[in-house]
């Protein structure tokens, strides 16, 4: 009897230390210091100021930050600082499938249902991941993580998902509600 009770003791012991060492690399449990860790931003970004052609943002803007576009703990959004007029953002039918209604920001968090970067849904609504963000969801759990869409101030057709976990946002599509 007593050795069933050690026998258990030490797997229990090893289970948590297996846990703790996933959390403590930022990934899969998400976060590093000033980005992610279930911060949810107030709002979504600001529209950039017009200029010619944007600069490749440099995204990693602090030693342990993803080199994603992401949102600091403070709300300030980094990697939105592309222009109006860059050509990635440009949709010949924006809005296509109609318009999101289900709700944006803090106020609504949703759960991801399942898919994937080209197909994934909560709660019946689908959407698709720009092919020129697909690099930035490596880690995104698309049958559990939680995620807030916010509009796009500066192009017409897009939303933001942010992925709170990780502290990532990426540049999506409504495909429509099913």
Aim: glycine letters at 14%.
């Amino acid at each position: 009897m007593k050795w069933i009770l050690t026998f258990f003791l030490l797997l229990a012991v090893s289970v948590f230390g297996q846990e703790r060492a996933k959390g403590d690399q930022g990934h899969p449990s998400g976060g590093v210091k000033g980005v992610g860790g279930g911060h949810i931003p107030a709002r979504g970004p600001a529209p950039a100021r017009p200029q010619a052609q944007a600069p490749a943002p440099k995204l990693a803007d602090k030693k342990g930050h993803p080199e994603a576009p992401h949102v600091h703990t403070n709300d300030k959004w980094i990697g939105h600082e592309q222009g109006r007029n860059d050509p990635r953002f440009h949709q010949d039918h924006p809005w296509e499938h109609g318009r999101f209604t289900g709700g944006f920001g803090r106020g609504h968090v949703w759960r991801l249902g399942g898919g994937g970067p080209d197909r994934f849904w909560f709660n019946n609504f689908y959407w698709s991941v720009a092919a020129f963000d697909l690099a930035y969801v490596s880690g995104w759990l698309w049958d559990s993580d939680q995620i807030v869409i916010y509009e796009d101030p500066d192009h017409d057709g897009w939303y933001l998902a942010y992925n709170p976990r990780l502290g990532i946002y990426v540049h999506v599509v409504y495909l429509g509600i099913s």
